[in-house]
């Protein structure tokens, strides 16, 4: 048992880590190619987005290089061993999560499978970015920001979510589930989901940059919020339905990919004169202190 789990161990989420940073590399790769002959100066004043280049691709490249490195850790974790699985009881669980031990496992391997493909399709969601010619004039800066953005998800749900934290995955509390799916590598790795931080990192930064770009859609850029709600709302009711995690792991997982994907462009938003991104000033009355305000 200990061989088999020790290779599975190495084997923990193969297609889909894989895909996704490949995904990365090869959207890279096209927009350099696409960019050979150099970008256009005089679209420099319409930018709606500040980098320091010098300091955020080292910073992306380092943020890679720590997910990694915390991959390794997590897979080192130990497995369950026979006693804490038949140790385990359904009722146990929290009310708002116990439905997840009381579904039909029949189509869970299906349900997995259009989890990861509604994952792989998300991923690619900002490239439609550069079908708007007023994007496509920075589109370095634009692939530069997804690329921070989705390094930041991965690092938050790595070490903030398996590397420390052991919550046993739905299917394990499932008895028609084979015995040695259960030993395996990655059964205390529900929390929390990393499909959904991912999809909505790529969704909801898609709709941040949209907004930016396109002030003059008014309130009615609300809607692209709205919309972007859709992929992991998706993404995460097939990984209910797998049963590789509780209503909670997505919930959380859904929170942290929207403020990650939102906040990273917006933090990188150039100050104008009539529209501030963020300030902080001072006021004094009955009460004194600072007023901190962030505009979308």
Not at 208 to 232: C, M, N, T
Request: glycine share 6%.
């Amino acid at each position: 048992m200990r061989t088999i789990s020790s290779i599975n161990r190495l084997r923990i989420y193969p297609s889909i880590r894989q895909s996704v940073k490949r995904g990365f590399v090869f959207i890279l790769l096209c927009l350099v190619l696409n960019n050979i002959n150099g970008q256009d100066g005089k679209s420099e004043h319409k930018k709606v987005y500040s980098l320091n280049y010098k300091f955020e691709i080292p910073l992306t490249a380092g943020l890679f290089a720590v997910n990694y490195y915390g991959l390794v850790q997590k897979n080192q974790k130990p497995t369950l061993d026979t006693f804490q699985i038949n140790s385990l009881v359904k009722n146990d669980i929290w009310a708002f999560d116990r439905n997840a031990v009381f579904l039909s496992s029949s189509q869970r391997i299906q349900a997995q499978n259009i989890s990861d493909w509604g994952l792989y399709i998300s991923t690619f969601l900002p490239v439609l970015l550069f079908l708007d010619p007023k994007i496509r004039e920075s589109w370095f800066d634009i692939a530069l920001l997804y690329m921070e953005t989705q390094s930041i998800n991965f690092n938050l749900h790595t070490w903030a979510g398996p590397v420390f934290t052991s919550r046993i995955r739905p299917f394990v509390y499932y008895e028609e589930v084979p015995f040695n799916e259960k030993l395996n590598a990655g059964t205390t790795d529900s929390f929390f989901s990393g499909h959904v931080p991912w999809t909505a990192g790529a969704s909801f930064f898609t709709a941040k940059v949209l907004s930016d770009y396109h002030q003059e859609w008014g309130q009615k850029r609300w809607l692209l919020f709205v919309a972007a709600l859709i992929p992991p709302t998706f993404v995460g009711y097939f990984r209910y339905r797998g049963l590789k995690h509780f209503p909670s792991d997505i919930v959380i997982g859904t929170a942290v990919g929207a403020a990650v994907g939102v906040l990273t462009p917006h933090l990188h938003k150039i100050c104008r004169k009539d529209r501030k991104s963020i300030s902080i000033a001072p006021f004094s009355g009955e009460y004194s202190g600072l007023v901190f305000r962030m505009t979308f």
